[in-house]
């Protein structure tokens, strides 16, 4: 049992709940496989056969297409000069660039099983010899699947100028011993601290030194950020505001077309890649994310309205709040705004729905917490707002880390006296009127401590 749910934890893959439920009444039928050579068997043994995998379906293909269709709308107006600008040609007769399809999409039962299987072929493609790079703060999960699996990984966790400069010498210096990295993986923005990667740069140093760039975008979310410009892969976790409802997991994988790593990775897809996500899932995901456009503009006005009462909060002395990390107040603001896409009639891009907010101390941190009258849980994009201490959780010594991973943490940003909010579709003034609240709460405590010194 612990292997089984350390394995469904971090990679993602495993039976859901709408398949074991359909699976269920035919538990009897089950019998055990011995893994015994199949070519030396007796009448009474077994072997274990090969997978036959899930059924592709009509649904499958629904979703497919809407992933593209988000994809190509209203795309980044400015997107930066050292994007992805001419297509290696895919064969001696191609004379157009290709362009993105339905064929390009691949769909998970999860978004970390995107990521997983993503890095599996990868290693196996180049026999476990490379490592790949972590830049900035990623989903815990992921740096679990780099460590666990592969070659190992090397991690810039602050993912600023000074992890940039970092990168390039590793790079460097890897190329001195004629070892290369084979995948690099940002976030954009990071979750939990909201940080925009210099995606651009990133780009220059994965055609220099040819590896792939892997960017997960399920922070910023299909319709409010186009990385296609830089991205070799573009991996979302569909389970959050693109279903949105928090019942059902799902994530996709997406080749680009014009990127460089496309030649290499559009055969390694499609030789190594089954279909894993159950129709009734697809079925769910499908149902959820015809509103996807809709809610992410309340998501997106959510938060924003809650980052602009706390944004005064942390300007105040008195206040307990001493930083919010949101795009739009975070110092990396200007590496987002190129990759934003064009607003139409019928949407407004934003910055989504995840925040953070940081506290003086760790006992205003827990005040401000316990405080909260939302849902807590380590979701996010749900249409309920949760709210979480995530670092504390992950990595601190009260929840599952240790004084070292601690520390690590903290020197990457990610502090121990943050609490993460994913916003959701509750009325914009009640849920400002609940955050106040809380913080209310928080900066009493903070103001019985001073007078008791006093």
């Not at 994809?71 to 001696?92: D, E, F, N, V």
């Not at 729905?353 to 940081?358: A, D, F, K």
């Amino acid at each position: 049992m612990p292997g089984i749910i350390g394995f469904w934890q971090h990679p993602g893959i495993g039976i859901s709940t709408r398949l074991a439920d359909f699976l269920l009444p035919h538990v009897d039928a089950l019998q055990e496989l011995l893994p015994l050579d199949p070519n030396n068997v007796g009448d009474d043994d077994y072997y274990v056969p090969k997978p036959t995998y899930l059924l592709d379906s009509p649904v499958h293909a629904q979703l497919r297409d809407r992933i593209v269709s988000l994809l190509k709308r209203a795309p980044a107006p400015a997107p930066p000069a050292t994007s992805i600008s001419a297509p290696p040609p895919l064969s001696a007769g191609d004379l157009l660039p290709p362009k993105l399809t339905p064929a390009d999409v691949y769909l998970f039962p999860s978004g970390m099983a995107a990521l997983y299987r993503l890095h599996t072929y990868l290693s196996a493609a180049n026999d476990n010899e490379y490592k790949s790079v972590a830049f900035g703060s990623l989903f815990n999960s992921t740096l679990h699947i780099l460590e666990d699996f592969g070659a190992g990984y090397e991690h810039f966790g602050r993912g600023d100028d000074s992890d940039l400069a970092a990168l390039e010498h590793f790079l460097e210096a890897e190329a001195q011993h004629d070892r290369r990295i084979q995948a690099l993986y940002v976030e954009f923005p990071s979750n939990p601290v909201l940080v925009c990667s210099p995606l651009a740069r990133l780009r220059e140093l994965a055609d220099k030194y040819e590896f792939v760039l892997v960017i997960d975008d399920t922070v910023g979310s299909f319709c409010n950020v186009d990385v296609f410009s830089v991205a070799d892969v573009v991996v979302t976790s569909l389970t959050k505001s693109f279903s949105g409802y928090a019942d059902v997991l799902g994530g996709s994988l997406v080749l680009n077309p014009l990127a460089p790593a496309y030649r290499k990775l559009r055969p390694l897809l499609r030789n190594s890649f089954h279909n894993e996500l159950f129709v009734e899932d697809a079925v769910a995901l499908e149902r959820n994310s015809r509103a996807y456009l809709q809610r992410s503009a309340i998501l997106n006005r959510n938060a924003e309205a809650v980052v602009k009462f706390l944004q005064s909060k942390a300007s105040s002395s008195t206040s307990t709040v001493s930083k919010v990390l949101y795009p739009t107040v975070c110092p990396t603001r200007d590496n987002y705004t190129p990759f934003m896409r064009a607003p139409t009639p019928d949407f407004t891009p934003g910055y989504g729905c995840l925040l953070s907010i940081e506290f003086d101390k760790k006992e205003d941190m827990i005040a401000f917490y316990e405080a909260m009258q939302v849902h807590m849980g380590p979701h996010l994009g749900a249409h309920l707002t949760l709210a979480l201490p995530y670092n504390e959780l992950m990595f601190g010594r009260s929840g599952s880390g240790t004084a070292e991973t601690e520390a690590r943490a903290e020197s990457f940003g990610w502090s121990m006296r943050q609490v993460r909010v994913s916003v959701g579709l509750e009325d914009v003034d009640k849920l400002v009127e609940r955050v106040a609240e809380a913080v209310k709460v928080a900066d009493e405590g903070k103001r019985r401590r001073e007078s008791a010194r006093q």
